[in-house]
């Protein structure tokens, strides 16, 4: 079986690793890799770590096939996905969508922060959440329907809901958590940025640089309340930190009456994942790196418990355009397509 | 005026730092830079910067004429300062400390988190705390006593309780708090690991990397929450980023029955360090960054208020090794002898 | 055909990489990774990179099954190679060295430059050089003894000059050099330096910072003399720089009596490496980028023509790690054992 | 004494520097900043590391009093500063020009290397070169005219002349350099490529990268050989790495018939700069880091005999922005004025 595979937006950061493990993939072919700005450029031209591996261009959305695919991922910014995806989708084709646009479920949450009404509702409500590990039922159930040809539609998880909740989500699924803030501080790449030359991704501005930004209105705020069913619950505060791939989200969670041990924690956290061939549960007192993850799908989790504040502290760290971007959805059209989760996701970081 | 300095545990990051603030300062004097590893190497041999600055040799600690000095700079490990601070405010030095070992005032909780007895108690009760903005009364006490020759001691507050006492302590003394947890996420550069050649120092280990380490263990724990009176209520996780210096603690604090709107918190927080020369209050959502203080001895804070959790964020970025150690030392100096407070403090970190 | 493989010194930066390659390789089989240091530790809890990947650990030297590999890679210091290869060969393994030990040819050239003898000098004419796109008729004639059952020996080339040589053979084998000195200046990134925790290797003094090294006295120099066969004519630089992997080398050639135009420089050095799939000729103006190639096998060449100085100015980029490294063992053993050269090695760079 | 200063272009990273220079120098004052673009913008609201220290903003170039100034500093692109130096030397201004536009003493050198006809070629006659080391005199006859009022214009050495120059100028000043190609392979901190978003200046591309660029055709060629009279001799070679500031140029010199000892090498050296206070000459086989000089106006040299090839191989490291512009710029201005020369520019880079 070979997938036709399309890539919307290819240019861009998500675009791109998407088109690099499209091709590094046994079953799927890259069919087009569209970008209005860089139509008939040739990939290896604009992104050099292509020459020698592919000498396909970037085509213009127009003239991409798109709709003879099987699988189109949409790498664009959101309404741009809500714009294109019900006409694929009607045609039959399993739409990926990495934009924010099919990840809250409810459309008056959208508008409220992504201030623009939403424009597929309909589509909403069949779109499967992106993140297997947390939502693979629902994923499985677009594979049956892919079975009978339907259109079909992954609204994928972002980059800090994907960490913050894998790091969250066994211990607040156990019922851990008491009352009180859950606060959830995270550490981006530069990549996280986007591919636009701008002073903030400028490397003078950004080298040897850390700072929070989007302190009390980043638009991942919601979408982590909604996996993790803590309405109004949630601190998030995102930080720029001076490398290119990588996310650490440090989560702390109060503790309700129990007071779990250390041991019944990785306990948890260990049988949680058990099934998870792409997470990996640290115990020990070792903290995941976001080196150790860096280029991969993969994602390392740790749980400590901080009995002198009686909280729990839970790390996860991943490639914020891996994992948290097109790792995943190569992840999540693995499982639409009934093939094994993990094909073509083997790749393993660089050991230093 | 010339006031003789002294550093011992000059070949260490802190201590190096200290020889550098002196050299450039214009009312002290280098008499001795002792390190027992490099003495007799001339320090620019050691450290190239200082090639074309100074000639002086670094000396063994007994060969030191640190009794003669007016004030001593102890960039030693804990321990090790209480060993050798007696006899100097004995024979009538200033001990500005930069360990841990004069910090915390309750003799029970450092041997609590240190594991090893105090054993200079008596020393500890005399000491001043070394947080200008915060416990400035306590240094000028010493400033009071030193007039007339006595022996002084400081023991300079830890880079993390630094920044994170300087982003919190106005809410916090402002009553703001509610009850719960307040969480400090902050992220260090390398250089807060020390000069000692380890695995985690290792540029290839510590490259495109961060992680969490110290997880509800860290001993600035104590010294923060003894800041901020805030018993058994931090949660402290420091993290580690891809740079030299600097230091951004996030401190997120659950508010209380009164919520303040963010132009009250901005009132507050520019009230609270409006006579601070070396602290700035950013507003208007500008961040601070570590990059705009690198180098220097100033602070950055801003306050941003999260109504949809009701907490407060806080941040300030210091550098590490200046405002965190050697510049607070000297800042601290300053103000036991009588000099106006920046002297000697004037840096601006490079623009970009 | 499964090839059993092992890895002697898998520890360091060479020797792990080599380990992840051959867990990602289809044909080969990891049967031994030796680290006397870290002996009985699983490789995930040294390198975390690979939990979820592999649970094997480290084994002694002793313990390891090596005269029962197919193939061993030697990841050692010189003088440790010449002591084990000889029993290995003798017992009928493929032995793949990556050290200095079997790459000159003349072993009064290795005791001049490694200050002492050479221990292994009837093995020393047997074995190949380990650079296959200069040098692969060697290698297939190990292909050819291999298939009788004999052991044999490939002495990998080194980094340095891997780049260096790739960069310059075109232009010298075709006679375009005039007199006078070839010049190198290259710069490596930081895990050229080794795994071992050193000043060098610190991230604070590697950080922001470029310096030259072993100026005039680098081993490399008559390795690379060799290959390019420039004896005594090679001024070979090398630089650090503040990258984890990456290796550019910049070489400088004078022109003869011809002076070639650009487009015959660009054909010139297309039709020499047209059959080679890991090097690629870059033209139009571009130049190889290290980051293009980082995690890879794969070399980025490109040369332009200086009219205004008579020379060629000729680069080369390269994983120094990878290619120039334990990837280029990989590419090696692929040939010796008749396997399609880039077996294995068909990763690409992240795009940024 | 109190001398006026202004800087046009005072938002790049040249005029910025010249910026926080000036606000540290003892006998300077800011008088205006300019920058069309960010005209009305207090400089700490672009630059955050000013906060706290002025409250200055940038003004537009024409409301700027620069004709009132004592001395302006042009940090504008070549052709803007021949456009505006001439009025303000009329008007007895001390102009120190960073840009290109007066350090060519040829007006067809010029047109041919920047492809636009020189408009001031009178004022071009007048021009002391900015490179105080190597050409004091000509700055000195200026402090001379100085005193009598007069106008008069420094047009300051590029980053890359600076550093090959000093690296270079004992060696060929004493006749060691015999025939054939002088090579010159420099490496730049980002920094060096401006201010402005570009994709060369983007975090993700830059990061982690080494490339050459500019490859035999970078405009400070002619500018290196007119400094040191190699006329079409001169092989230069840029290169970009992952640091902000710094820049390192290695430079091989063939000999001539006289083959000098280490030490008389040494000795050259240390004698050509022993009275030059921001230059230091290693010995002894350090090399120059530029990490030592980042953020400050010095400059740190080496020289090391290459018998094996018969050749010099000297090495220099500067801060790009420091002595590579502004600072370099402060030097000269300090010198037209009969300051001492290092006034102001006392600043040690931080040890690690």
Same mark, same amino acid.
Request: with cysteine.
């Given at each position: 079986m070979t997938i036709k595979a399309g890539v919307v937006g290819?240019?861009?950061?998500?675009? &791109?690793?998407?088109? /690099?493990?499209?091709?590094?993939?046994?079953?799927?072919?890259?069919?087009?890799?569209?970008?209005?700005?860089?139509?008939?450029?040739?990939?290896?031209?604009?992104?050099?770590?292509?020459?020698?591996?592919?000498?396909?261009?970037?085509?213009?959305? $127009?003239?991409?096939?798109?709709?003879?695919?099987?699988?189109?991922f949409l790498a664009v910014p959101h309404t741009a996905a809500m714009a294109q995806a019900p006409a694929l989708v009607e045609k039959g084709v399993a739409v990926i969508d990495l934009s924010a646009d099919f990840r809250l479920k409810d459309p008056e949450v959208y508008e409220q922060w992504y201030n623009v009404p939403h424009t597929a509702t309909d589509l909403l409500e069949q779109a499967a959440f992106g993140l297997p590990e947390l939502f693979r039922d629902g994923l499985e159930q677009l594979a049956e329907m892919r079975k009978s040809g339907a259109g079909v539609l992954v609204g994928c998880a972002g980059c800090y809901p994907t960490a913050t909740s894998l790091a969250a989500a066994p211990a607040l699924r156990a019922g851990l958590a008491g009352a009180g803030p859950i606060v959830a501080d995270a550490v981006s790449g530069v990549s996280g940025a986007g591919k636009k030359a701008t002073e903030r991704t400028h490397f003078c501005f950004a080298d040897e640089n850390v700072e929070a930004y989007g302190?009390?209105?980043?638009? !991942?705020?919601?979408?982590?309340?909604? &996996?993790? #069913?803590?309405?109004?619950?949630?601190?998030f505060t995102p930080h720029l930190?001076?490398? #290119?791939?990588?996310?650490?989200?440090?989560?702390? &969670?109060?503790?309700? $009456? !129990?007071?779990?041990?250390?041991?019944?924690? #990785?306990?948890?956290?260990?049988?949680?994942? /058990? #099934?998870?061939?792409?997470?990996?549960?640290?115990?020990?007192?070792?903290?995941?790196?976001? =080196?150790?993850?860096?280029?991969?799908?993969? =994602? !390392?989790?740790?749980?400590?418990?901080?009995?002198?504040?009686? %909280? &729990? %502290?839970?790390?996860?760290?991943?490639?914020?355009?891996?994992?948290?971007? =097109?790792?995943?959805?190569?992840?999540?059209a693995n499982i639409v397509f009934g093939l094994p989760e993990t094909c073509g996701l083997g790749a393993v970081a660089i050991p230093a």
């Amino acid at each position: 079986m070979t997938i036709k595979a399309g890539v919307v937006g290819a240019a861009g950061f998500a675009g &791109i690793e998407a088109v /690099r493990l499209i091709l590094g993939h046994p079953e799927f072919e890259l069919a087009a890799a569209t970008s209005n700005e860089l139509a008939g450029k040739r990939i290896s031209d604009v992104y050099p770590n292509f020459h020698g591996v592919t000498e396909i261009e970037f085509s213009a959305h $127009e003239d991409a096939p798109l709709e003879s695919c099987d699988v189109v991922f949409l790498a664009v910014p959101h309404t741009a996905a809500m714009a294109q995806a019900p006409a694929l989708v009607e045609k039959g084709v399993a739409v990926i969508d990495l934009s924010a646009d099919f990840r809250l479920k409810d459309p008056e949450v959208y508008e409220q922060w992504y201030n623009v009404p939403h424009t597929a509702t309909d589509l909403l409500e069949q779109a499967a959440f992106g993140l297997p590990e947390l939502f693979r039922d629902g994923l499985e159930q677009l594979a049956e329907m892919r079975k009978s040809g339907a259109g079909v539609l992954v609204g994928c998880a972002g980059c800090y809901p994907t960490a913050t909740s894998l790091a969250a989500a066994p211990a607040l699924r156990a019922g851990l958590a008491g009352a009180g803030p859950i606060v959830a501080d995270a550490v981006s790449g530069v990549s996280g940025a986007g591919k636009k030359a701008t002073e903030r991704t400028h490397f003078c501005f950004a080298d040897e640089n850390v700072e929070a930004y989007g302190v009390a209105s980043h638009r !991942h705020t919601p979408e982590i309340e909604q &996996i993790l #069913d803590i309405p109004n619950r949630l601190v998030f505060t995102p930080h720029l930190a001076p490398l #290119d791939r990588g996310l650490l989200s440090t989560v702390t &969670i109060p503790l309700g $009456e !129990h007071m779990p041990t250390q041991s019944e924690l #990785d306990q948890l956290y260990c049988d949680f994942y /058990r #099934d998870d061939a792409l997470v990996s549960v640290l115990t020990g007192g070792v903290q995941p790196k976001t =080196a150790s993850v860096a280029g991969t799908c993969r =994602a !390392h989790v740790a749980v400590v418990l901080n009995e002198h504040a009686r %909280v &729990i %502290v839970a790390t996860c760290a991943i490639d914020n355009v891996g994992k948290g971007a =097109a790792g995943q959805a190569v992840q999540c059209a693995n499982i639409v397509f009934g093939l094994p989760e993990t094909c073509g996701l083997g790749a393993v970081a660089i050991p230093a």
